[in-house]
C-alpha cells in the first residue's frame, strides 16, 4: 500500500535461437512485457528490470551470426561469430554486433507500455546521439541502460569489477 514504485523482474532461459533477427528478439521482449503489463498499477510508477546480459542473443543476429547460431555452446558460437580467438576482440566484435538491435528493442518496449525499463548487455562506447559504435575505443562493459518512458537511454551503470575481499563473500 505505502509502495512508491512498482518494480517487475523478468528473467527467462535465454535461448540462441532469439538471436535469428531482430525481430524474433523483440517479439521475445515484447511478449514478456505484455504480460507483465496486466499488473501494471496506474497510482504508482511501475519499474521493469530485466536480467543480467539479457542483450546476449543479439550476438548471433542475422546472417552474420547464423553459423555461430549452429555451435553447441555459447564460446564456440562467440568463436565463430568473432573469428578470432583474441578474447577482447571477439567481446568487441559481438557487442558492437548486437547493440544497435539492444538500444531499439528496449527503447521500443520502455516508450510502447509506457514504463521505464531497465536492462544489461555487453555495451560498447556509443556516440548518445546516434548510437553508432566508436571504431577506435573497443572498450566494452557489462552496462545496465535505463530508457524512460520515451525510450531514451538517460543513465548508464558500467559493472564494477569485485575487489579481492568482496571475492571472498
Known amino acids: 500500500q505505502e509502495a512508491k514504485v512498482r518494480v517487475f ?11 535469428e533477427s531482430e525481430a ?6 515484447d511478449c514478456m512485457m505484455k504480460k507483465s503489463s496486466e499488473y501494471f498499477r496506474k497510482d ?8 543480467e546480459y539479457t542483450g546476449l542473443p543479439l550476438v548471433f543476429v542475422g546472417d552474420a551470426g ?13 568463436a565463430v561469430f568473432a573469428k578470432t580467438g583474441e578474447p ?14 539492444f538500444a531499439r528493442v528496449f527503447a521500443y518496449v ?3 507500455y509506457g514504463v521505464p525499463v531497465m536492462a544489461t548487455s555487453l555495451v560498447p562506447v556509443y556516440d548518445r546521439q ?12 557489462n552496462a545496465t541502460l535505463f530508457f524512460d518512458t520515451q525510450g531514451r537511454i538517460v543513465y548508464r ?6 575487489v579481492p575481499l568482496e571475492q571472498d563473500f
Do not use: C, M
Not at 523482474?9 to 538471436?19: H, I, K, N, Q, Y
Not at 504508482?44 to 536480467?51: D, K, Q
Not at 546516434?130 to 562493459?141: I, K, Q
Open 24 to 29: 524474433s528478439y523483440a517479439s521475445v521482449i
Open 9 to 19: 523482474a523478468l528473467g527467462r532461459r535465454v535461448d540462441v535461437e532469439e538471436g
Open 110 to 112: 520502455a516508450q510502447k
Open 130 to 141: 546516434t548510437l553508432s559504435v566508436s571504431v577506435s575505443d573497443t572498450r566494452v562493459t
Open 44 to 51: 504508482i510508477p511501475n519499474l521493469v528490470v530485466f536480467e
Open 157 to 162: 551503470w558500467d559493472k564494477v569489477n569485485l
Open 88 to 101: 577482447a576482440v571477439a567481446v568487441y566484435k559481438l557487442a558492437a554486433h548486437a547493440w544497435k538491435p
Open 66 to 78: 547464423a553459423q555461430a547460431r549452429k555451435q553447441s555452446g555459447l564460446l564456440g558460437a562467440a
